[in-house]
Nanobody, 124 residues
Framework: QVQLVESGGGLVQAGGSLRLTCAASGRTFSSYGMAWFRQAPGKERELVAAISGRGFYTYYADSVKGRFTISRDNAKNTAHLQMSSLKSEDTAVYYC?????????????????WGQGTQVTVSS
């Protein structure tokens, strides 16, 4: 069983930066692929970024490439999303997700573990 808790969301001006953190419980954190999803009002949930268990593989949505960086610290059971050059269209609730199967994480379906979400609001 894995529990995920996000933090670091908030209100920021366009062009600013935020760093989201996902803290995970459990002793086998490095076995899990991790991802950040987001969902804006009236829109479908979308995959923003993902990282493999040991961090050797990363994925980014085209909309965030060059602006967002996903990372993880397996010694601290944490994953991070560094967001820079934020735009108003980045406004959404951001969710941390984890699954032992990285492909499951990348497809966004039947993911076993989700956090409660953290609101990111970018003002223009």
């Amino acid at each position: 069983q894995v529990q995920l808790v996000e933090s670091g969301g908030g209100l920021v001006q366009a062009g600013g930066s935020l760093r989201l953190t996902c803290a995970a419980s459990g002793r086998t954190f490095s076995s899990y692929g991790m991802a950040w999803f987001r969902q804006a009002p009236g829109k479908e949930r979308e995959l923003v970024a993902a990282i493999s268990g040991r961090g050797f593989y990363t994925y980014y949505a085209d909309s965030v490439k060059g602006r967002f960086t996903i990372s993880r610290d397996n010694a601290k059971n944490t994953a991070h999303l560094q967001m820079s050059s934020l735009k108003s269209e980045d406004t959404a609730v951001y969710y941390c997700a984890a699954d032992v199967n990285l492909n499951t994480v990348l497809t966004g379906t039947r993911i076993n573990y989700w956090g409660q979400g953290t609101q990111v609001t970018v003002s223009s």
